[in-house]
């Protein structure tokens, strides 16, 4: 194909289709129902490519197109309509899968002469709309070549520092809203390297996500942040709970709930004492092996939290039948709640969503006293920022917890019920 579209003096395309997320998808259906994916994946590349394209499986999750005679305006349309295909819901052994992916385009002759350098941008172009959000599609451009080079050599420091334990933890309080009084502590992962300085959160836990290393992460910062709750109760200090970030990754990980008991165990932690906090996006997967994780994760009496509630689509039906003890009201309806009727509107609703399922909600990003005065006077509790806070490493922390005399002001938390 490349060499009549050469001789030709014609266009041509090469498409890089990437499943999204379907290691997890596999590990909850099996193989064989991973394989019954592919399968119909594969149906549907073949029915919308179009006639003349050639579709190929290069490995696992990956397929290559080639289509000949396209330019740039039809291959776009081409992918634009391999994107929909893909996300129409399928049926997998009683599992409802609503799949997606990523793709990347190169075209010829602008982007290369050979069918394998063609490939390679497209590979590079579809790592760039992964890293854009997933479920898109991307044009190959020289900037992807420097970007890719950089991200590169980003996950071969990360899989360094997690190895040498160059990650750190801080840690920022949940209070009172109304006195101040400590609720808990949030755990924050924090990375300064030597090169590239401080790598925000933002940047390196997707790429963790994408380089398969976020159970690695996970598990880390949970082995850190139980630790140092157990040192400071060791020392007097009474932190209620403290809470953890747990990527979709890991909830969709059967050994998860396995490796929380243990690690509870070995720092000689109740239960009661961790949050974990899931994001609302898991809401929204009809996943028995997530549902399970959770039920298990429950059943310990760790307490479970719904970050960033109100960002995404999730179903309240979903959120009644979870085992959910608080939600987070997001920062960005909080940080607009002077200035924006329909954010207030907002946050009252979710603090009402919260109340009527017996739910704790706490309020992240409180900067002022007005944002803590409307919050306690729609019947939101507890919340966090830098009007209480900015995060602190560990021993700032301590000294934090200590000038806010713990003995009289640390409290119990709510009576909730854990459903």
């Known amino acids: ?56 499986r290069l ?27 893909m996300r129409q819901p399928l049926r997998i052994d009683h599992a409802s899968i609503a799949p997606s992916a990523s793709i990347g385009i190169s075209l010829f002759p602008s982007d290369g002469d050979t069918l394998d350098y063609l490939l390679h941008c497209a590979e590079m172009a579809m790592y760039d709309a992964k890293a854009a959000g997933r479920n898109l599609f991307r044009l190959f451009s020289i900037e992807m070549n420097w970007a890719a080079q950089e991200r590169l050599a980003l996950e071969s420091a990360l899989r360094d520092a997690l190895l040498n334990e160059e990650l750190h933890l801080n840690f920022q309080p949940q209070v009172f809203l109304r006195d101040g009084r400590l609720y808990g502590l949030e755990v924050l992962v924090r990375w300064h390297h030597p090169h590239f300085g401080k790598v925000p959160p933002d940047r390196f836990v997707p790429l963790a996500e994408d380089a398969g290393l976020i159970g690695t992460l996970d598990r880390w910062v949970l082995e850190r942040a139980c630790a140092q709750l157990a040192a400071w109760r060791h020392e007097g200090i009474p ?23 243990e690690t509870l165990s070995r720092h000689g932690l109740p239960a009661h004492a961790l949050v974990l906090e899931m994001t609302e996006g898991l809401l929204m997967e009809d996943d028995a092996g997530i549902a399970a994780t959770v039920a298990a994760i429950h059943a310990q009496g760790v307490r479970l939290s719904m970050d960033d509630f109100g960002t995404g689509y999730s179903s309240l039906g979903y959120l009644r039948q979870l085992p959910v003890h608080q939600l987070k009201l997001d920062k960005s309806f909080v940080i607009d ?23 704790a909600v706490v309020a992240e990003g409180v900067e002022n006293d007005a944002q803590r005065q409307f919050l306690l006077s729609q019947g ?5 920022g830098y009007l209480f806070s900015r995060p602190l490493d560990a021993d700032a922390a301590a000294q934090w917890m200590k000038s806010q005399h713990p003995a009289e002001r640390a409290a119990p938390q709510p009576n909730h019920s854990l459903r």
């Open 1 to 56: 194909l490349l060499l009549a579209a050469r001789q030709a003096g014609a266009a041509l395309s090469v498409l890089f289709v990437d499943l999204d997320r379907f290691k997890y998808i596999n590990d909850s259906l099996g193989h064989s129902g991973g394989d019954k994916m592919l399968r119909e994946v594969a149906k549907r590349l073949v029915a919308h490519a179009g006639e003349s394209a050639l579709v190929a």
């Open 239 to 261: 932190v209620p709970t403290i809470s953890v970030n747990i990527s979709p990754g890991s909830f969709r990980d059967p050994a998860l709930a396995t490796d929380v008991a």
């Open 380 to 384: 939101c509790h507890m919340g966090q």
């Open 59 to 85: 490995s696992g999750d990956e397929f290559a197109l080639v289509l000949p005679g396209a330019d740039r305006t039809r291959t776009i349309a081409t992918g634009q309509r391999l994107l929909v295909a």
């Open 337 to 359: 709640l002077e200035s924006d009727a329909a954010a207030r509107e907002l946050a009252s609703a979710v603090i009402r969503i919260g109340d009527s399922l017996k739910l």
